[in-house]
């Protein structure tokens, strides 16, 4: 197990700045999309870092988060989004060597998590009830499932598993900000937001740092490449 100390070490060398600065000595011999992906997500990380309020950082956070994983592939191939950023959050877990996601996740965050995944207030299915989309019974039972998927994660010190489905978590979160489902500054869900904002700021800057030191992993095309105006 990785020491909180070491961890707090490698936090403090992967600020803003310093990821910029080793983006731009090495950017020439990376691969286009990787540095595109890279620019992409330093960008809206920094946005994130300027913002002083809850909700805008949140937004930011996952639209760094979301510049990183997004990929270009063939529609008739198209995975959901919840699949795709689950495949990239195993790529994550498997490059990083340091141990600094299991570090994040079993120390820094374990309580935090622990209530996150107890709160029905960000788990889809607990909406979809309350639209009339599916009984109490089977929100409950999804709830119960999830849960118990949690756990034996957290019995195995499984990671990526875990992630998975705290990520399922932030998504729903991210769901309601994106699509006018919360009101700004809301008093109503602070305490996850919170959670949630302080996970996401601690886990883009170490993803970033992973894509930086690992340039030939397949990472894929950029969604949206930069063009030429003709």
Not at 78 to 92: I, P
Not at 175 to 190: D, E, F, I, K, P
Request: hydrophobic fraction near 40%; glycine fraction near 4%.
């Amino acid at each position: 197990m990785v020491s909180g100390y070491f961890v707090s070490m490698l936090l403090r060398a992967m600020d803003h700045d310093t990821l910029k600065q080793r983006h731009r000595a090495l950017r020439d011999t990376y691969p286009p999309d990787l540095n595109l992906r890279i620019h992409r997500a330093l960008s809206w990380w920094q946005r994130a870092l300027q913002a002083h309020d809850l909700d805008g950082r949140y937004i930011f956070l996952w639209i760094a988060f979301n510049a990183a994983y997004a990929t270009e592939i063939q529609e008739n191939y198209r995975l959901s989004e919840q699949a795709t950023f689950r495949s990239f959050l195993e790529k994550l877990c498997a490059l990083d060597d340091e141990k600094q996601i299991d570090a994040l996740v079993w120390q820094e965050f374990s309580n935090n998590i622990r209530v996150l995944l107890d709160t029905p207030y960000v788990f889809q299915s607990f909406w979809d009830w309350q639209s009339g989309k599916i009984s109490k019974e089977d929100w409950q039972d999804r709830f119960e499932r999830g849960k118990k998927q949690a756990h034996q994660a957290l019995a195995s010190s499984d990671t990526p598993r875990l992630l998975g489905v705290v990520f399922n978590r932030l998504y729903t979160l991210r769901n309601q900000l994106m699509h006018g489902g919360a009101t700004w500054n809301s008093g109503v869900n602070r305490k996850q937001l919170r959670d949630c904002t302080d996970l996401l700021g601690k886990l883009v800057p170490i993803l970033i740092h992973l894509m930086l030191e690992n340039p030939n992993t397949l990472w894929g095309t950029a969604c949206y490449p930069v063009v030429q105006a003709e």
